[in-house]
């Protein structure tokens, strides 16, 4: 571990120590607790789902503990609306999209942990380089739709916020441990306590594998990623007519791990799809994050609510990756990959067979440092009595930036060895920083009307966005070729949803806002824009609960970024795309059949579906590869039309059995129309996973896991460079002890 972990370890021991001495007394009351609880989630239940005047997904703590996924893709599969292309296997950095929004490194959604902005740079670098450690979660938060305006400043598709483990009531805990083929292990334990004035909560979670793929010439392909959380709250008593709560947070990551972007080509992907080119064996990625967070609480008698959170998250990161050939002219890896035959000596050249010139590949340092912080708080009236009435106003200011001090090394092969024969100075490839300054404000008001439930609201952005680019030959700054850009932004995003309950078990809602996303830090550059719509309905029939939902998503302006993360140059620069639509259906079922039959046993049922249908609606060139040539009518690559998820669980007061299945339809990986030609496109696939947990008393419980049961073999992308295999048969054991 590196040299943080003594301190940090020392910090939660000392804390422990000072905890144990204060004199205990009675606990928080019930109501107290679930305002302290409360205050960083979004809805908190299933139940506040239900009511909810647009479409939204609670994920349980019981939902993640019942195949204890470790990969956040596997997690979201559940959710209608999601749509999600796999790259490294293990959900490190995942590519979610929600309603049709661009999936690439999760750029176009706004992705939040106790209800704080998480992406390194959330606005002049969305891309989702980190993403949190979904093992430590305890429960997750998915709004779309209208039910989503709240939060921004990405309002088209929605937003996911993650919850971190509370602080318990009671002084309680839990260690689990888990072992897997790969040599994949995941470690955790976690301890708090309450009392009447303070309480505390302290996690450490350990994941690492030595990765499934096998590198020529051996090597390790997998990661290894840490993470130490601790919470720390004081309060007044519950009796005190002004409730107030301070809850400090600290987290801290590490990452090591052994990936790269270079894929396989098709003939090699149906020979050993699990092949890892000897050219990729100095690929590596090393990242720390830290997160800080400072809540206070403010609840009056009179109904008003205060929430307050200063806030700031680092990370830094290096990703030291393979990224062209040079034997005549440079190639980029993706170009060879998708042409060997044209390019069939810088191919060859990548196994690592024979020996290569100097200098003959170009190992990228994509060194790049965030930060994000700010200030922001939203305060509540609630008042009325038969027709409840309840007024949210919220504001925030907030600040980014991404530091890029990058080079790139040239490598020879030898004796089947990636040696370095040039070393470059740092800064060489690129040396810039973006940044960004916003201020963001929302009113949402609701009305309850009898049977009626409205939501209007109304979002402010006003983003100032800059670049400092001090050019490739002044690594030290000093400004003498620096160039700069500005652009700022000023938006109002409206919308209204309403919710009609019809009778006890039948609801219908709907609603339209508009989108957003911040655009490029390019002068004049366009926001992306777009008006949605969703109509929908809750239901109880006949056994069945569920929700369905139209949607349609009408954008003016979509916007594409240049990312080496899908086969573009990596610049981040962003572009206009045009004119889109994407509509579709999602649909949720659940029905227990062995419901009102007396047995010990229940077998509940969860189908979830969604369609989605996209058109660009005018015709451009991209140099992005997943994009390229547009032509009116195209799709939009990597969203797949069709998916389903269907779960069943064998529930019992001793054990549980849970079946999983996902179904992904065949998407195209560059834009187009038609049928898909084969070297654009991933085929479709079924893949199953089982998990059972057997309870040998109300403290121990026994688990095992397999991930792709039937051991399929299927591809899950074509970039970042080649195509990429999804995780074969995994399986897992584990022991937990709960106190």
């Keep these: 571990m590196k040299k943080t972990l003594p301190y940090l370890l020392l910090m939660l021991v000392s804390v422990g120590i000072y905890a144990q001495q204060e004199q205990k007394s009675d606990t928080l009351t019930r109501q107290e607790l679930k305002e302290i609880l409360l205050s960083n989630n979004i809805l908190g239940s299933k139940f506040e789902v239900k009511n909810r005047t647009g479409s939204a997904y609670y994920i349980s703590p019981q939902d993640l503990e019942q195949f204890e996924y470790t990969d956040v893709n596997k997690v979201l599969r559940a959710v209608p609306g999601i749509s999600i292309y796999e790259e490294d296997g293990f959900g490190l950095r995942p590519n979610i999209s929600l309603r049709g929004t661009s999936p690439e490194r999760s750029a176009r959604i706004t992705l939040m942990e106790d209800g704080v902005l998480i992406a390194p740079a959330p606005y002049s670098a969305s891309s989702a380089y980190y993403f949190p450690t979904i093992g430590r979660m305890q429960a997750v938060e998915v709004l779309k739709g209208s039910s989503q305006i709240q939060y921004g400043p990405y309002t088209t598709g929605g937003a996911i916020n993650m919850i971190s483990k509370e602080i318990p009531n009671s002084f309680s805990g839990n260690a689990r441990f888990t072992i897997g083929n790969y040599n994949t292990r995941t470690v955790e334990a976690n301890v708090g306590d309450s009392y009447e004035n303070f309480g505390w909560n302290t996690e450490y979670y350990n994941y690492n594998s030595d990765g499934f793929k096998s590198l020529d010439g051996g090597g390790n392909t997998g990661f290894d990623k840490s993470d130490y959380v601790g919470k720390f709250r004081w309060n007044t008593s519950a009796e005190n007519k002004t409730f107030q709560a301070i809850t400090a947070k600290i987290q801290y990551s590490e990452e090591t791990s052994n990936e790269t972007y270079l894929g396989l080509t098709d003939t090699d992907f149906d020979i050993d799809p699990f092949r890892r080119y000897a050219a990729s064996q100095e690929d590596q990625m090393n990242a720390d994050h830290s997160q800080f967070q400072l809540n206070h609480l403010l609840k009056l008698q009179s109904g008003f609510k205060l929430n307050t959170t200063i806030y700031r998250n680092n990370f830094k990161r290096n990703w030291y990756k393979l990224d062209n050939v040079q034997l005549e002219n440079t190639v980029s890896i993706s170009n060879v990959l998708a042409d060997p035959l044209t390019y069939e000596a810088e191919y060859r050249s990548l ?34 009595s038969k027709n409840l009435q309840t007024l949210e106003l919220g504001l925030r200011f907030h600040q980014d930036e991404e530091d890029r001090f990058q080079w790139e090394d040239r490598y020879a092969i030898q004796n089947g060895e990636m040696i370095r024969t040039t070393v470059a100075e740092k800064g060489t490839d690129a040396n810039r920083i973006a940044s960004a300054d916003a201020l963001a404000a929302h009113v949402l008001y609701k009305i309850t009307l009898g049977d009626l439930t409205l939501t209007p609201g109304l979002r402010y952005e006003n983003i100032t ?17 620096l160039s700069t850009r500005e652009n700022k932004v000023d938006v109002w995003i409206p919308g209204i949803g309403a919710n009609y309950k019809l009778a006890q078990n039948l609801s219908f809602f709907g609603g339209v806002h508009k989108g957003f996303a911040p655009p490029g830090s390019s002068e004049g550059q366009k926001p992306e824009e777009s008006i949605n719509f969703e109509l929908g309905s809750r239901f109880f029939l006949g056994g069945f609960n569920g929700e369905i939902v139209g949607f349609y998503n009408d954008y003016s302006n979509l916007l594409g970024s240049d990312l080496a993360a899908s086969g573009g140059t990596g610049t981040l620069d962003q572009f206009n795309a045009g004119a889109v639509t994407v509509n579709g259906l999602e649909l949720l079922l659940n029905y227990n059949i062995l419901q009102n039959t007396g047995s010990s046993l229940q077998l509940p049922i969860t189908f979830a579906y969604t369609l989605t249908n996209s058109e660009f609606n005018s015709s451009f060139e991209s140099s992005d590869a997943i994009y390229g040539d547009v032509t009116d009518g195209d799709e939009i690559p990597y969203i797949a039309r069709n998916q389903f998820n269907i779960t069943a669980s064998l529930d019992h007061k001793s054990f549980n059995i849970s079946l999983s299945g996902r179904y992904t339809d065949a998407f195209r990986t560059q834009a187009g129309s038609g049928s898909i030609p084969e070297q654009f496109k991933v085929p479709s696939n079924f893949i199953v996973d089982f998990a059972t947990r057997y309870y040998v008393s109300k403290n121990v419980t026994l688990s095992g896991n397999i991930n792709n049961l039937f051991d399929t073999t299927y591809a899950v992308s074509r970039v970042p460079s080649g195509l990429r295999p999804g995780m074969p048969f995994s399986i897992n054991t584990g022991i937990a002890y709960k106190f």
């Design 351 to 384: 196994l690592g067979t024979t020996d290569t010139p100097n200098d003959a590949f170009g190992v990228k340092a994509n060194n790049r440092k965030y930060y994000a912080q700010g200030i922001q708080t939203i305060g509540t009236f609630l008042w009325g």
């Design 465 to 481: 966005l800059k670049r400092k680019d001090y050019g490739t030959n002044d690594t030290a700054r000093t400004g003498i070729d």
